[in-house]
C-alpha cells in the first residue's frame, strides 16, 4: 500500500455547503463566522472562504461507523 494511502488516513466526512452549515458543524470544519459587518464572513486557517464552498465535515464521533474496513480485513 502507498505511503499517502494508509488506512489510517482516512476518516468518516460528510460534505456540506458553508454557508447552510450548523455553528456545530463549522467548529468541526475549523470554520470562524465572522458577524461584524452584516453578514457572516468565514474564515479557515486565517482566510477568507466563499459561502458557497464545499468543505468536508469530520463525522462526530457518534456518527462515525465502528469500522471502515475493507471485506476480510480487521482493525
Request: net charge negative; hydrophobic share 30%.
Amino acid at each position: 500500500m502507498a505511503d499517502s494511502a494508509r488506512r489510517d488516513d482516512a476518516h468518516a466526512a460528510t460534505e456540506h455547503i458553508v454557508r447552510e452549515m450548523t455553528e456545530a458543524q463549522l467548529n468541526r470544519a475549523g470554520i470562524q463566522a465572522d458577524y461584524w459587518h452584516g453578514g457572516p464572513t468565514y474564515y479557515r486557517d486565517g482566510h477568507e472562504i466563499d459561502p458557497c464552498e464545499k468543505v468536508l465535515v469530520p463525522a462526530a464521533a457518534s456518527d462515525a461507523p465502528d469500522c471502515i474496513c475493507p471485506r476480510g480485513t480487521q482493525r
